[in-house]
């Protein structure tokens, strides 16, 4: 909930899932067990973990309404005129400022892959956020 505290403490459940999540999207590694948590150790499951390098998240504010951002650099709001995604890739962690990608729909159905990276990042205050849901692994080529 934003409750304008600057106070550390107050966004560290959030923080500590998200910063793990930077890590393994840094280190990309492989592991033998599936536990479909958050803050599991490895990225993707069996086999296929070679080729995941992102475990997307979605936010969500207190009103219970997930966080949209505009897919490019230049709208400024989500609406008719400019596409918008919830699905985010963990970029940075400094305390409780977090930069996320946003990630939008891939294009290409036939893909196996269901996002793709956008040059769109904006900087969040995880004091305002609610809720993270975290979406299966999966690769996201980074532009």
Request: contains cysteine.
């Amino acid at each position: 909930m934003c409750n304008n505290n600057n106070d550390v403490d107050s966004c560290r459940c959030i923080a500590e899932i998200l910063a793990i999540i930077n890590v393994l999207q840094q280190n990309a590694t492989t592991a033998e067990t599936c536990l479909d948590t958050c803050d599991r150790g490895f990225l993707g499951c069996g086999t296929n973990s070679l080729t995941c390098n992102t475990r997307p998240v979605m936010l969500y504010l207190s009103n219970g309404v997930p966080l949209s951002i505009p897919t490019t650099k230049d709208s400024v709001a989500c609406g008719t005129d400019a596409e918008c995604s919830s699905v985010f890739r963990v970029e940075k962690l400094d305390g409780c400022c977090c930069t996320l990608r946003v990630l939008a729909t891939n294009p290409d159905t036939t893909s196996e892959f269901p996002y793709v990276s956008t040059n769109s990042f904006f900087t969040v205050n995880l004091n305002c956020v609610c809720c993270l849901r975290c979406l299966s692994d999966t690769y996201v080529e980074c532009l």
